[in-house]
């Protein structure tokens, strides 16, 4: 069901050779759901190529806020997962951050 506090919300980043998700996706994609007011990641996923992956980010990123940036999300990314796709999620996360910027901005002009 649609929820109008919340948003949704994707990153990209080029995936590095010789990742398994590299011979599905050129890219990688972070999904976020985040409430509109607090900038909270509700729900994520990403394009990871094991299902066991894409839980493990989800999780890692769900109660991050992003209304203030990503470093402390970029943190939890680069001490908990090792593997050769960091590099990709951080630049995902950060494109995604980028995108909620830029609709907060349009927002504040809006209201």
Do not use: W
Not at 19 to 42: C, N, P, Q
Not at 47 to 53: Q, S
């Amino acid at each position: 069901m649609f929820n109008e506090k919340t948003m949704f919300i994707a990153g990209h980043a080029r995936l590095p050779q010789g990742m398994a998700a590299k011979s599905v996706f050129e890219t990688l994609t972070i999904t976020a759901e985040i409430d509109r007011k607090y900038g909270v990641i509700l729900e994520a996923s990403c394009t990871l190529a094991t299902e066991h992956g894409r839980q493990f980010i989800g999780q890692l990123l769900k109660g991050f806020s992003i209304k203030d940036g990503v470093d402390e999300a970029i943190d939890a990314i680069q001490t908990y997962y090792q593997g050769k796709g960091t590099n990709a999620l951080v630049a995902s996360l950060k494109d995604l951050a980028l995108h909620y910027q830029k609709i907060k901005v349009i927002e504040s002009k809006i209201l």
